[in-house]
């Protein structure tokens, strides 16, 4: 089966300060070329270089620096990282409700090479808008999790002492939706994209349990968008508790021209190709419906019947909400009845009763 993948990247590690008795530097991007690349993004280095330079003069006499910061490129010291200790990263896997009943193998396979991670009182772990290349899991303390919003921050919610998160987005291949920031000391279990991908390749249990997590959560995360805000949290959850998992063979179609049917897919794995064929003597229309995404078919509901092809050209994966299923819904929730007046609003519309769009995955 094929497997998610993975942007493989080195763990991304804890910035510090250090002070130095030497003339203030110059800062440069580092190069690619012979120097050996920083792992901190520029950025970064230069808010750091800032703020080790207002300290330095803070500290002067008579308006000259008694010291200087450390230049912000090539080999300076990470403080608080460390190669995590086996039975310790071990014992923390255990305490996440969604690996703590794998097999010993498993977990010890995952724990192995883990990175532990010291973050002080108010130090972010990572920001809003970083990419996604680990996943981390609380040891010790608690982190709120905050996103900026007209010129604020907002709290989400708080991670604690035997969570994981940041998961998700290494499947969605998405930038980190929010920012992670210590409340008091924390130590923190840091297992790398890489690390992960290899165990994806390698063993079985974990590659199934992963993801059945991500369906769950690309669904979860799709029912919580703006196009379900009108429906009551008790029918979403029913909603939720309908999908149901779908395995595409390559060319297999979901949807043929002629059928009249109401359908929600959630793209899991893989891609979908719409083809129009309508116009003769015209070449075919296609669009591409990619993983994260979303796809609705309301021809029942209009009556016409769908000029529209849709297959899947590799293997794919789904969880569908079939027409039986959406029928009963809309019965017991006549709300679900909008849905059609309400897609043009949220979604991308391919045809007359066909509509795409993102399902708004997080980056957590």
Same mark, same amino acid.
């Given at each position: 089966?094929?497997?998610? /993948?993975?942007?493989?990247?080195?763990?991304?590690?804890? *910035?510090?300060?250090v002070?130095?008795?030497?003339?203030?530097?110059?800062?440069?991007?580092v190069?690619?070329?012979?120097?050996?690349?920083?792992?901190?993004?520029?950025?970064?280095?230069?808010?750091?270089?800032?703020?080790?330079?207002?300290e330095?003069v803070?500290d002067?006499?008579d308006?000259?620096?008694?010291?200087?910061?450390?230049?912000?490129?090539?080999?300076?010291?990470? #403080?608080?990282t460390?190669?995590?200790?086996?039975?310790?990263?071990?014992?923390?896997?255990?305490?996440?409700?969604?690996?703590?009943d =794998?097999?010993?193998?498993? =977990?010890?396979?995952?724990?192995?090479?883990?990175?532990?991670?010291?973050?002080?009182?108010?130090?972010? #772990?990572?920001?809003?808008?970083?990419?996604?290349?680990?996943?981390?899991?609380?040891?010790?303390?608690?982190?709120?999790?905050?996103?900026?919003?007209d010129?604020?921050?907002?709290?989400? *919610?708080?991670?604690?002492?035997?969570?994981?998160?940041g998961?998700?987005?290494?499947?969605?291949? /998405?930038?980190?939706?929010?920012s992670s920031?210590?409340?008091?000391?924390?130590?923190?279990?840091?297992?790398?994209?890489e690390?992960?991908?290899?165990?994806?390749?390698?063993?079985?249990?974990?590659?199934?349990r992963l993801?059945?997590?991500?369906?769950?959560?690309?669904?979860?995360?799709?029912?919580?968008?703006?196009?379900?805000?009108?429906?009551?949290?008790?029918?979403?959850?029913?909603?939720?508790?309908?999908?149901?998992?779908?395995?595409?063979?390559p060319?297999?179609?979901?949807?043929s021209?002629?059928?009249?049917?109401?359908?929600?897919?959630?793209?899991?794995?893989?891609? $979908?190709? $719409?083809?129009d +064929?309508?116009?003769?003597? /015209?070449?075919? *229309? !296609?669009? !591409?419906?990619?993983?994260?995404?979303?796809?609705?078919?309301?021809?029942?509901?209009?009556?016409?019947?769908?000029? =529209? +092809?849709?297959?899947?050209?590799?293997?794919?994966?789904?969880?569908?909400?079939?027409?039986?299923?959406?029928?009963?819904?809309?019965?017991?929730?006549?709300?679900?009845?909008?849905?059609?007046?309400?897609?043009?609003?949220?979604? +991308? /519309?391919l045809?007359?009763?066909?509509?795409?769009?993102?399902?708004?995955?997080?980056g957590?």
């Open positions: 089966m094929p497997e998610h /993948q993975l942007t493989p990247s080195a763990p991304r590690h804890l *910035r510090t300060r002070a130095v008795p030497m003339p203030p530097p110059v800062l440069k991007p190069s690619s070329g012979a120097e050996r690349a920083s792992l901190i993004p520029v950025d970064v280095l230069q808010d750091v270089a800032r703020e080790a330079m207002r330095a803070d002067s006499f308006g000259e620096p008694r010291t200087a910061p450390i230049p912000l490129t090539g080999d300076f010291p990470i #403080l608080g460390v190669t995590a200790d086996l039975e310790v990263a071990y014992f923390a896997l255990t305490q996440v409700p969604l690996f703590k =794998l097999p010993v193998a498993s =977990l010890e396979a995952m724990a192995e090479g883990a990175i532990q991670l010291e973050v002080p009182d108010g130090e972010f #772990l990572f920001k809003e808008g970083d990419e996604a290349t680990s996943f981390f899991v609380v040891v010790d303390g608690t982190l709120e999790l905050l996103r900026r919003k010129g604020r921050e907002v709290a989400l *919610r708080h991670a604690k002492k035997g969570e994981a998160f998961l998700f987005g290494l499947f969605s291949a /998405q930038l980190r939706a929010a920031r210590a409340i008091g000391d924390c130590t923190i279990l840091e297992i790398s994209s690390k992960l991908q290899r165990l994806l390749s390698t063993d079985e249990v974990i590659h199934q993801l059945s997590f991500f369906r769950e959560r690309l669904v979860e995360s799709f029912m919580a968008s703006r196009l379900f805000s009108d429906i009551d949290s008790i029918a979403r959850a029913r909603l939720i508790g309908r999908f149901t998992h779908k395995d595409l063979e060319r297999q179609v979901l949807l021209p002629g059928e009249v049917t109401n359908l929600i897919a959630v793209v899991t794995h893989g891609r $979908l190709i $719409l083809e +064929r309508s116009k003769v003597g /015209q070449a075919p *229309r !296609e669009f !591409e419906v990619t993983q994260g995404q979303f796809i609705t078919i309301t021809c029942a509901i209009s009556g016409q019947p769908a000029r =529209l +092809r849709v297959l899947a050209p590799e293997y794919a994966t789904l969880s569908v909400l079939t027409h039986k299923d959406l029928n009963e819904l809309m019965r017991d929730y006549p709300a679900l009845r909008s849905l059609p007046a309400r897609l043009p609003n949220f979604a +991308r /519309q045809d007359r009763d066909v509509f795409c769009g993102s399902t708004g995955v997080p957590l």
